[in-house]
């Protein structure tokens, strides 16, 4: 960088921390296609790559993958910022409500969002700090503690989601069959690094 500034990790609600840094910098925010470029700069990408160091498509791949990452959150985190939520905080609602009585164990919700046990604390603290959730404890493990959503936090959950589904979540330009397509191919790089048996 220069100056010789450090770079600092930055990182998301729930997300591991990254170093970034000087071009690093720019090139982690998400940038929106005002105007878009007269090729893909992906594919030209690949092209040299093939060109100069060996066979592109897992660059290709990863690096399309990437930034459909950036265009996604931009877009869902444009559609929760009025809510007060992060994606992180929308998505631990989300499991609340799906569960039988609308109440997890801490431990459960990091099991299932997949994130570290600091990274849901830090969550849930966000949330009860927002009313959206309370924590009681568990009726038959001291060592439990529930979260449970509260009213505000149903209504609240109810109306970011009409946000995110009316943009259907950032994800455009594919069929419902491609959706399905792509989530089954995703599903299966997800399987082989160990998400799931």
């Known amino acids: 960088m220069a100056g010789g500034a450090r770079s600092r990790p930055i990182a998301r609600e729930g997300e591991?921390?990254?170093?970034?840094?000087g071009i690093a910098l720019l090139a982690s925010l998400v940038m929106t296609s005002r105007n878009p470029l007269p090729f893909d700069p992906i594919m030209r990408a690949a092209a040299l790559w093939?060109?100069?160091?060996?066979?592109?498509?897992?660059?290709?791949?990863?690096?399309?993958?990437?930034?459909?990452?950036?265009?996604?959150?931009s877009a869902?985190?444009?559609a929760l910022r009025p809510h007060g939520l992060t994606f992180?905080?929308?998505?631990?609602?989300?499991?609340l409500t799906f569960s039988r009585r609308g109440t997890l164990p801490m431990r459960v919700m990091g099991e299932r969002l997949q994130l570290h046990p600091t990274s849901v604390t830090n969550i849930v603290d966000r949330l009860q700090g927002d009313g959206l959730v309370r924590r009681t404890p568990h009726p038959t493990d001291r060592r439990a503690t529930l979260?449970?959503?509260?009213?505000t936090g149903s209504a609240l959950l109810e109306a970011a989601t009409k946000s995110v589904t009316s943009i259907d979540f950032g994800l455009s330009g594919l069929t419902a069959e491609q959706q399905d397509e792509l989530t089954e191919l995703l599903g299966r790089v997800r399987k082989a690094a160990g998400d799931f048996d």
């Open 76 to 78: 869902v985190d444009g």
């Open 16 to 21: 591991p921390l990254r170093p970034v840094g």
């Open 88 to 95: 992180a905080r929308y998505e631990a609602l989300v499991l």
């Open 50 to 73: 093939d060109e100069r160091i060996g066979p592109a498509g897992t660059m290709a791949a990863v690096t399309s993958i990437m930034r459909v990452q950036q265009i996604l959150l």
């Open 147 to 151: 979260v449970e959503i509260t009213e």
